[in-house]
C-alpha cells in the first residue's frame, strides 16, 4: 500500500528551526520525485521545495530560499525539510507528496500524506 507519513511539526517561535520528515511505502518510494507543499488556512496548496529521488536535483519557492533545505536519505526512503529562520507566514499545514516528475504543480504528484501542523508565533 502505498503511503507517505510526515512527522515533525509543531510550534516554534519566529526566528527558530524544525526539521519535518516523510517516510515512504509501498509504491511512493519508487516515485521519482518527492516534493513539500504547504497550505495555510484560507489559502491554496503551495509548492515549497522538491527533490529528484536519483541524482537529489532540488527545487525551491522563492519564499523559502536560502532558509529551508530539502534532503533524503535513501536507505531509510525519508524525506527531510530542513526550516530555518522560520516567520509567522511560514505557518501553514506541510504536506509530502510524491509523483513521477519534479514539479510547482500540485497535480503534478499522486500520492499524498496526511500533513503536519507548523506553527511558527511572532
Known amino acids: 500500500q502505498a503511503q507517505l507519513v510526515e512527522s515533525g511539526g509543531g510550534l516554534v517561535q519566529a526566528g527558530g528551526s524544525l526539521t519535518l520528515s516523510c517516510a515512504a511505502s509501498g509504491r511512493t518510494f519508487s516515485s521519482a520525485a518527492k516534493a513539500w507543499f504547504r497550505q495555510a488556512p484560507g489559502k491554496g496548496r503551495e509548492f515549497v521545495a522538491g527533490?529528484?529521488?536519483?541524482?537529489?536535483?532540488?527545487a525551491y519557492a522563492d519564499s523559502v530560499k536560502g532558509r529551508f533545505t530539502i534532503s533524503r536519505d535513501n536507505a531509510k526512503n525519508t524525506v527531510y525539510l530542513q526550516m530555518n529562520s522560520l516567520k509567522p507566514e511560514d505557518t501553514a499545514v506541510y504536506y509530502c507528496?510524491?509523483?513521477?516528475?519534479?514539479?510547482?504543480?500540485?497535480?503534478?504528484?499522486?500520492?499524498w500524506g496526511q500533513g503536519t501542523q507548523v506553527t511558527v508565533s511572532s
Open positions: 527533490i529528484m529521488w536519483s541524482g537529489g536535483s532540488t
Open positions: 507528496a510524491a509523483g513521477p516528475v519534479l514539479g510547482a504543480l500540485a497535480a503534478s504528484y499522486n500520492y
